[in-house]
């Protein structure tokens, strides 16, 4: 069995090739549909030109959408670094405080331990004369998923 099978996401995107013998696999798998299918068979199957996934897989969101912001994810961004004194964080600061109009968002949320939390309080970080070890930034998705910060 040579050839290639286009293979479709669940919304009709296509997303890469495989070989025809993958594309079977997937059918009896049952994650897959055929399709477009030429009109020969392969055995007992219809020989697909095209298969199309049940579920639709998220391959390129990951990368291209911004993560949402979560503490969790400040601190995983942050590498559990206090951006202050670059001790061990266990909460987030909020760079701009809520009390002064402060978001949650990646930009205005940084990793803090909580004694320089306390210490810096509602104010800002010029306003405490607390200045940031290091800047508050949109992650990416590596930022969030390395590795060293599953230890
Ligand atoms: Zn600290």
Same mark, same amino acid.
């Given at each position: ?9 669940? !919304? ?7 070989? $025809?013998? =993958?594309?079977? +696999?997937?059918?009896? +798998?049952?994650?897959?549909?055929? =399709? ?16 199309? $996934? ?22 995983? +961004? !942050? ?49 405490? =004369?607390?200045?940031? $070890? ?5 992650? !990416?998705?590596? !930022? $969030? ?7």
């Amino acid at each position: 069995m040579t050839g290639s099978v286009v293979v479709l996401n669940a !919304d009709l995107q296509i997303l890469h090739k495989v070989s $025809l013998e =993958h594309s079977i +696999r997937m059918i009896v +798998r049952g994650v897959a549909e055929v =399709h477009e299918a030429a009109n020969e068979f392969i055995g007992t199957f219809i020989k697909p030109i095209s298969v199309r $996934l049940l579920k639709y897989v998220v391959t390129t969101w990951r990368y291209k959408r911004q993560p949402k912001w979560s503490k969790s994810g400040v601190l995983r +961004r !942050d590498s559990y670094k206090c951006a202050f004194c670059n001790g061990k964080a266990t909460t987030i600061d909020h760079i701009i405080p809520r009390s002064q109009g402060g978001k949650n968002s990646w930009k205005n949320t940084i990793a803090a331990c909580l004694p320089c939390n306390n210490r810096k309080a509602d104010r800002t970080p010029s306003q405490a =004369h607390m200045p940031l $070890l290091f800047a508050a930034k949109v992650p !990416d998705w590596t !930022d $969030l998923y390395k590795k060293d910060n599953f230890v």
